[in-house]
């Protein structure tokens, strides 16, 4: 499964981002379970000034010693959940977004194996949890939630997992994953902007 999503990435001819945004980038990190694989994702501390507790992928602005966009994703992801660079193997990355923030998010795909020890930063992570590629791809619990960005209130979709809600721009970027590796999940009334 790895070495075909590692030739499905290298197919792709991702965009670049728009350099006149701030940059950031996010880590779908794919980790083994017992006989399948799962996606890691975090729930954001509710004491945030931003995206507080929502979900999302480890994480986040490019800093000025950043050298690029890798160093930016592999340093947070140790920052937030305390897996090194050195255990994580870039399989390849996606076309970014814009957020609703006006800010271009790169998301990177990475690959961990082994029983990986997880240490979130309380200052920034509330919950690590992990979602199977199996759960994805039967049918998982998809329902709306009304939200509000840049004064505009609208329905967006969400897929529910045990008790967190995974929506916006993480699910976006998911479902951009998911449909490059050939899970098709019935959500379609998701708009971005490319950035």
């Given amino acids: 499964m790895i070495s075909f999503i590692e030739k499905k990435l290298k197919s792709l001819n991702p965009k670049q981002s728009d350099k006149k945004l701030p940059q950031a980038a996010v880590l779908i990190l794919i980790t083994d379970n017992e006989n399948d694989y799962s996606i890691v994702f975090t729930e954001r501390s509710k004491k945030l000034p931003s995206h507080a507790g929502e979900v999302a992928f480890p994480g986040g602005k490019?800093?000025?010693?950043?050298?690029?966009?890798?160093?930016?994703?592999l340093r947070e992801t140790y920052e937030?959940?305390?897996?090194?660079?050195?255990?994580?193997?870039?399989?390849?990355?996606?076309?970014?977004?814009?957020?609703?923030?006006?800010?271009?998010?790169?998301?990177?795909?990475?690959?961990?194996?082994?029983?990986?020890k997880f240490k979130k930063d309380p200052k920034e992570?509330?919950?690590?949890?992990?979602?199977?590629?199996?759960?994805?791809?039967?049918?998982?619990?998809?329902?709306?939630k009304i939200t509000n960005a840049s004064g505009e209130t609208f329905e967006t979709p969400v897929i529910n997992y045990e008790n967190h809600k995974i929506w916006g721009l993480t699910l976006g970027f998911t479902l951009q994953f998911l449909e490059l590796i050939e899970i098709d999940i019935d959500i379609h009334d998701l708009y971005f902007r490319s950035a």
Avoid at 62 to 73: P, S, Y
């Fill in 62 to 73: 490019k800093e000025d010693e950043d050298k690029n966009l890798i160093e930016t994703v």
């Fill in 80 to 116: 937030e959940i305390g897996i090194g660079s050195n255990l994580i193997k870039i399989l390849g990355r996606m076309d970014p977004q814009e957020s609703r923030f006006g800010i271009s998010v790169t998301p990177y795909v990475g690959y961990a194996t082994g029983n990986l």
């Fill in 125 to 144: 992570v509330e919950t690590i949890f992990s979602v199977s590629l199996n759960y994805l791809r039967k049918n998982p619990q998809i329902s709306n």
